[in-house]
């Protein structure tokens, strides 16, 4: 049983767009553990020469100014928009920073995490209950296909 799922209209095809995933009673987890991936990452390696530089070009760009240029240009949700005009964003794309402000985990896709074969079998698997299939039958053969395929994956 669902408990909570904030959606929202898609104004392209007049469907909704799922924010949050819905809560299962007695479920672990929370609405605000989100699937994904982040778009990018930045990091100074521990050799760096000239770190003095590299913590400059990290604090610029995680400015607030730089991730208004990117709130308002469409193509990335900026991890500092509590601190942002979201007058310049679309109604949908400023729903989803104000949402991401209240993210306390992130787990990666998990066709990325599983590698392509296990992967793909997954998104298979999810596919079919999707599709009608049984869950925990779907979820026992992925086991068993996650288990004879696992070194493949490594």
Known sequence: RSTSCRTFPARSTGSTVRARAAQAEGGAGSENDWLGQPDRNIAIAERCENKEAALTFLKYMTSVEVEQN???????????????????????????????????????????VLGPVTGNEYNNTVASIMAGANAEESFANFQQFFDENQEEAE
């Open 70 to 112: 990117m709130a308002n240009g469409g193509n990335l949700v900026p991890i500092k928009s509590e601190l942002m005009d979201l007058s310049g964003v679309s109604e949908l794309q400023g729903q989803l920073m104000e949402l991401h402000n209240d993210m306390t985990g992130l787990y990666l896709f998990y066709d990325v």
